[in-house]
């Protein structure tokens, strides 16, 4: 059976998900996304995605088209609709389409285009979570407004890239001899002293929602974290390495450009971590 998405309203076959060749999404990249893991058929730590969300339209000045009440309505019933049980919910919401191409924002009458669809994606049972991964670095080339979740991501685009073409699983991106985040992550480091170190927000990088949560659920167990920013030279002197996001939740890094962390190996705080995520995941999903 054809998978469902939603666009503007409608829940329509994936062959029939069609938007405007004038929107400004295609046209500017002029909108916002959101990825919301599901497990088990529920949406997981949802509210953090969706606050996120209200947070980027605003810094944009794009209104939403739909409360966030009712864009998770629309996001429960498209996981209904495709009897997703794990896997992730896209969403993206754009400026919309105007009659033409001109940088300046479209009149009010012009409504912003929303669009909804799912993929099945097992993170609990990923291989990779018990091997870790292998990244590389590359360097930063992003605009300065990376707190933003815009869909203008040729930046990243070309850092997976290269990480794909590499073999490896993730790109570390590199600014002022710094690590601000992976293409599509957070990045952390535990010092041999089992200090867990990760950037602290700003401009520079995303406030992931996973990373808030793991940092959140480490400090309630008393393990030290330090919000600041690390270098490459940090992280291969490491004691562990990981990533995290609503796509992975928490993924092991055992090697950068080839060189080993802590062993090769996934850490025992990586692990630990993972299952508090997991165990948090499940208990608050929606």
């Not at 896209?90 to 300046?104: C, I, N």
């Not at 992280?235 to 890094?253: C, D, N, P, R, Y």
Request: hydrophobic share 45%; proline share 3%.
């Amino acid at each position: 059976m054809e998978k469902i998405a939603y666009v503007n309203g409608s829940f329509v076959p994936h062959s029939e998900a069609k938007v405007s060749v004038f929107d400004r999404g295609f046209l500017f990249a002029d909108g916002i996304y959101e990825v919301a893991a599901v497990l088990e058929g529920k949406l997981i730590d949802n509210a953090s995605h969706l606050a996120r969300l209200k947070r980027s339209v605003g810094e944009i000045q794009l209104a939403l088209p739909e409360t966030l009440e009712r864009i998770e309505e629309i996001q429960k019933e498209l996981v209904a609709r495709n009897d997703l049980v794990n896997g992730m919910v896209y969403l993206e919401v754009t400026r919309g389409a105007d009659k033409g191409r001109d940088f300046a924002f479209p009149k009010a009458d012009v409504k912003p285009t929303l669009v909804m669809f799912t993929s099945e994606k097992d993170i609990i049972n990923a291989p990779s979570a018990k091997t870790g991964i292998n990244v590389i670095t590359v360097p930063d080339i992003r605009w300065e407004r990376r707190d933003i979740k815009s869909v203008a991501l040729l930046a990243q685009v070309l850092a997976k890239q290269a990480a794909a073409a590499a073999g490896a699983g993730e790109a570390w991106m590199i600014e002022d001899g710094k690590v601000t985040e992976g293409g599509s992550s957070s990045s952390f480091i535990v010092t041999q002293d089992d200090v867990i170190v990760t950037r602290q927000n700003g401009n520079e990088i995303l406030p992931g929602c996973t990373r808030k949560a793991v940092v959140k659920l480490a400090e309630e167990r008393q393990l030290r974290i330090e919000e600041r920013a690390f270098t490459i030279e940090e992280a291969l002197a490491a004691k562990e390495a990981f990533i995290t996001s609503a796509s992975v939740f928490v993924q092991g890094v055992v090697a950068i450009d080839g060189k080993k962390v802590g062993g090769g190996k996934v850490g025992p705080i990586t692990d630990r971590l993972r299952e508090i995520y997991v165990e948090f995941a499940k208990a608050t999903a929606v």
